[in-house]
C-alpha cells in the first residue's frame, strides 16, 4: 500500500475532542474480533497437522468471519469519512503527544483498561495492547487523504485473501495431504487479519471512550490505524 510516514505533527486539538465519536457507526469490528477470536482458540486446540480434520471448520469460520468484517470495513463509509474529517480539522500539537507516548508502560496500562472497561476478556485486551506496543512510534501518521485511500484498499485486499484461503480448505477439506498444509497457510493469513481487524477495534474503543483524554483518543487511533497498515503489508507478502 502507500507509505503511511510519520510527519513532523500530530493531529490534536479543537476538532479532534469534538470528534470523538467518529468511529461510532464502526462498533461491528468488537463483536466481529470477539467471536472470530474464540472460533480460532477452538481451532488452535487442535494440531493443525494431525488432528486438520476437527481444526478446519473452526479456523475456516474465522477467517471468513474476519474476511467479512474486512470487507465491511472497506465499504464502510462512516469510518473513511470520519478519517477524512480528521485529518482536515485537527491542529497539529506535537508536544502533547510526544509526552504522552514517552511514558509507555503508563500508556499501555491505560489502553489495557479502556478495553477490559469495553468488556473484553483480559487476555484479549493484553493481546489487543501488545498490537499497540509495537506501533505506538509510529503515531505520527496518516496525515494525508491518498493514504485514506490506500488503507481502504489494503482492507478489501486482506479481506479478497482470507476469502481465498478459507474457499481453498473448504474445497480441499477431504484431501488429507492437503489439508494440514493449506491450514497452516489459512492460520498464517488469518493472524494478519486479525491484526488489521483488531488495529480498527483500537481505533474504535480509542475514540469512543468517555474515560480516555484527548491524547489517549488519539493515540489510541493512531496506533490502530499503523496496526492496520502493517498488517496488510504482512497480507501482501503471503
Same mark, same amino acid.
Given at each position: 500500500?502507500?507509505?503511511?510516514? $510519520?510527519? $513532523? !505533527?500530530?493531529?490534536?486539538?479543537?476538532?479532534?475532542?469534538?470528534?470523538?465519536?467518529?468511529?461510532?457507526?464502526?462498533?461491528?469490528?468488537?463483536?466481529?474480533?470477539?467471536?472470530?477470536?474464540?472460533?480460532?482458540?477452538?481451532?488452535?486446540?487442535?494440531?493443525?497437522?494431525?488432528?486438520?480434520?476437527?481444526?478446519? $471448520?473452526?479456523?475456516?469460520?474465522?477467517?471468513?468471519?474476519?474476511?467479512?468484517?474486512?470487507?465491511?470495513?472497506?465499504?464502510?463509509?462512516?469510518?473513511?469519512?470520519?478519517?477524512?474529517?480528521?485529518?482536515?480539522?485537527?491542529?497539529?500539537?506535537?508536544?502533547?503527544?510526544?509526552?504522552?507516548?514517552?511514558?509507555?508502560?503508563?500508556?499501555?496500562?491505560?489502553?489495557?483498561?479502556?478495553?477490559?472497561?469495553?468488556?473484553?476478556?483480559?487476555?484479549?485486551?493484553?493481546?489487543?495492547?501488545?498490537?499497540?506496543?509495537?506501533?505506538?512510534?509510529?503515531?505520527?501518521?496518516?496525515?494525508?487523504?491518498?493514504?485514506?485511500?490506500?488503507?481502504?484498499?489494503?482492507?478489501?485486499?486482506? !479481506?479478497?485473501?482470507?476469502?481465498?484461503?478459507?474457499?481453498?480448505?473448504?474445497?480441499?477439506?477431504?484431501?488429507?495431504?492437503?489439508?494440514?498444509?493449506?491450514?497452516?497457510?489459512?492460520?498464517?493469513?488469518?493472524?494478519?487479519?486479525?491484526?488489521?481487524?483488531? !488495529?480498527?477495534?483500537?481505533?474504535?474503543?480509542?475514540?469512543?471512550?468517555?474515560?480516555?483524554? $484527548?491524547?489517549?483518543?488519539?493515540?489510541?487511533?493512531?496506533?490502530?490505524?499503523?496496526?492496520?497498515?502493517?498488517?496488510?503489508?504482512?497480507?501482501?507478502?503471503?
Amino acid at each position: 500500500m502507500g507509505s503511511i510516514l $510519520p510527519s $513532523p !505533527g500530530i493531529i490534536y486539538g479543537k476538532a479532534f475532542m469534538s470528534s470523538s465519536k467518529i468511529f461510532g457507526k464502526t462498533g461491528y469490528v468488537r463483536d466481529a474480533w470477539s467471536g472470530a477470536k474464540k472460533l480460532y482458540e477452538e481451532a488452535s486446540g487442535t494440531d493443525l497437522v494431525s488432528g486438520s480434520g476437527k481444526a478446519a $471448520p473452526e479456523l475456516t469460520a474465522s477467517a471468513r468471519l474476519v474476511a467479512e468484517t474486512l470487507e465491511r470495513l472497506a465499504a464502510d463509509e462512516d469510518f473513511y469519512h470520519g478519517l477524512k474529517a480528521y485529518i482536515d480539522d485537527v491542529q497539529a500539537e506535537y508536544q502533547e503527544v510526544t509526552r504522552q507516548i514517552k511514558d509507555l508502560d503508563e500508556f499501555l496500562k491505560t489502553e489495557y483498561g479502556i478495553l477490559t472497561a469495553a468488556g473484553y476478556e483480559p487476555a484479549h485486551a493484553l493481546e489487543l495492547v501488545q498490537g499497540v506496543s509495537i506501533t505506538i512510534g509510529a503515531v505520527y501518521a496518516l496525515t494525508h487523504p491518498d493514504q485514506i485511500e490506500e488503507l481502504r484498499k489494503g482492507i478489501s485486499r486482506a !479481506g479478497r485473501a482470507l476469502n481465498t484461503v478459507s474457499n481453498s480448505v473448504e474445497r480441499n477439506i477431504d484431501k488429507e495431504a492437503f489439508l494440514p498444509r493449506s491450514l497452516v497457510k489459512t492460520a498464517r493469513v488469518l493472524d494478519a487479519g486479525f491484526g488489521i481487524l483488531g !488495529g480498527a477495534v483500537l481505533a474504535y474503543e480509542g475514540s469512543v471512550s468517555e474515560s480516555a483524554s $484527548p491524547v489517549v483518543r488519539l493515540v489510541s487511533i493512531g496506533s490502530g490505524i499503523v496496526g492496520i497498515a502493517r498488517k496488510i503489508e504482512n497480507i501482501d507478502k503471503t
